[in-house]
């Protein structure tokens, strides 16, 4: 072990670059934090260096390095997580993947072979450049490829084509021992023994180093609309979304948000939500290969909502509109930051959203406090968040969390259907989660991580 995290950095300097080695605090502030709200966001170590390697050797190489010096080792990506998954929490190695950061495009195969360090933004660029579509769109696109296969992110469009596991095919990894390993490839199908790749999909950087993927692209399709259906009340919304779902008609989202929170959205963007009426509204997004196919989906559900009671949809057609409703939907977050104090994200059948909902109320009112609830209705995947009361935090936050946690696993569901443990859930997900369970998980991180280098500290308590 060496005492002092400077002594270790002359052997990443001869890997990557003395350049590529950052020791001095100012200069990796932004590589200390994440997008966890203030109040509860993990404190960085004091004792760290900022590696940034151009290849997979090199990431090899400080691998082998840390482990056979016992540093521990962060893998960042964007650090757009929300649990202070990629946060540094002890004296260690931070290793940004940033500059390796290609993509390249099969259209034969309409796939996507990227670098783990090219952001959601690289990506749908390339797959557009390429006249294909990338369709997942967790809200902030400054995400990288190795952090959204690390967190198995979802986002808004995932009721058509799936959450992140659904499109990788392929992964580059590298083991602590530095040993390199690929899983899968362009291939639609691969039944090649255990499934080790989606293991590590959703690993949340505790298991290896993700440094290429191979991810599955869609053909662009020809025609896009974005509805917007206005509701009195939060129940008939909330009901339309299974007959949605059972009618046949597969939107790529159905998101339910208060109007409340969307003017909030709009105003601190400096923008307008288009529709007033109704407290309660679901955005869906529609996609398909004609205008005739689109329309007779709109109609399908306009006649739905009808019946639940829905005001006149709103249809929104240009792409300048639809991108704009979906910029405003994603700022929800940081429209609501600055008096956060956390973000949950219990997932529940979709036939019990509307019970967990009333649950949330009856717990608000309980504790007399806000909690805005809005998300991807879709799939079942509520944001709660907590909220600051005058400026400061509710004496009984702990309560009020576990008690959502409990109502949404009373009701069939789980802790968190996107953002994952990282450091903030360690608690919650012992709690809520079966004692063999966890055992079996911390075997499966002994087996790839022996001498526990990687992200310490996340999903599981330190040592
Ligand atoms: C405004 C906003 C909206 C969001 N909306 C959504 C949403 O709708 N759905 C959703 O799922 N998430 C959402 N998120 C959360 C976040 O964007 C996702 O979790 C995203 O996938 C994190 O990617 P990242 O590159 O920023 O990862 P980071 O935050 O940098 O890291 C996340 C985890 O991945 C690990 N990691 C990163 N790179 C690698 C690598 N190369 N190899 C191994 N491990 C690695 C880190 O160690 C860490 O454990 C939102 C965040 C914000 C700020």
């Known amino acids: ?184 490839g362009l291939l639609i199908k691969n039944n090649t023994g255990y499934d080790l790749m989606h293991l590590i999909i959703g690993s949340e950087g505790t298991l290896c180093v993700i440094t290429k993927a191979v991810i599955k692209l869609y053909p662009k399709s020809k025609h896009s609309v974005t509805l917007i259906l206005p509701y009195d009340g939060r129940a008939e919304a909330i009901g339309t979304v299974p007959e949605i779902l059972k009618s046949g008609v597969i939107p790529l989202a159905i998101e339910y948000v208060g109007i409340k929170e969307l003017n909030k959205a709009a105003e601190h963007l400096g923008e307008d ?15 398909g290969s004609s205008e005739d196919e689109i329309y007779s989906a709109c109609e399908s559900i306009a006649e739905i909502a009808e019946k639940n009671n829905a005001y006149e949809a709103v249809i929104a057609e240009t792409r300048e509109e639809q991108e704009s409703i979906l910029r405003i939907r994603s700022n929800i977050y940081t429209a609501l930051k600055s008096e956060m104090i956390d973000i949950l994200d219990v997932t529940v059948p979709i036939s019990r959203l509307s019970d967990l909902m009333n649950r949330i109320d009856k717990i608000a009112e309980k504790y007399g406090v806000y909690l805005p609830v809005y998300g991807h209705a879709g799939d079942g995947n509520l944001h709660i968040h907590l909220m600051k009361e005058d400026g400061k935090i509710p004496k009984y936050i702990k309560e009020i969390k576990n008690e959502i946690y409990s109502a949404g696993i ?54």
Not at 273 to 287: D, E, V, Y
Not at 420 to 436: A, C, D, T
Not at 439 to 447: F, G, T, V
């Open 1 to 184: 072990m060496v005492n002092k995290i400077e002594e270790a950095a002359d052997r990443p300097k001869s890997i990557v670059g003395q350049e590529w080695v950052i020791t001095e605090r100012e200069y990796m502030e932004s590589y200390l934090r994440d997008e966890t709200p203030d109040a509860l966001r993990p404190p960085a170590a004091e004792e760290l260096i900022l590696v940034k390697p151009s290849s997979t050797e090199e990431v090899s190489k400080i691998l082998k390095t840390a482990n056979e010096m016992r540093i521990p080792v962060f893998p960042a990506g964007g650090r757009t997580g929300l649990v202070g998954g990629c946060v540094p929490t002890e004296r260690g190695i931070i290793l940004s993947l940033e500059k390796m950061n290609k993509i390249e495009v099969d259209k034969e195969n309409l796939m996507a072979i990227a670098e783990a360090g090219a952001t959601l933004a690289d990506l749908i660029k390339a797959a557009d450049d390429a006249d294909l579509f990338f369709p997942l769109h967790p809200g902030d696109e400054g995400a990288q490829i190795g952090g959204l296969i690390s967190t198995n992110a979802g986002g808004v469009r995932a009721v058509k084509y799936g959450v992140m596991r659904n499109y990788v095919k392929g992964l580059e990894v590298v083991l602590p021992t530095g040993e390199i390993l690929n899983f899968g």
């Open 273 to 287: 939500w288009p529709i007033h009426k109704g407290n309660a509204q679901l955005i869906i997004i529609l996609s």
């Open 410 to 463: 009373q009701l069939g569901g789980v802790i968190t259907g996107e953002h994952g443990i990282g450091k903030l859930r360690i608690e919650e997900f012992q709690m809520f989660f079966s004692e063999k369970g966890i055992s079996l998980m911390r075997e499966i991180k002994r087996i790839f991580d022996p001498n526990n280098i990687l992200n310490p500290g996340k999903i599981f308590p330190s040592r």
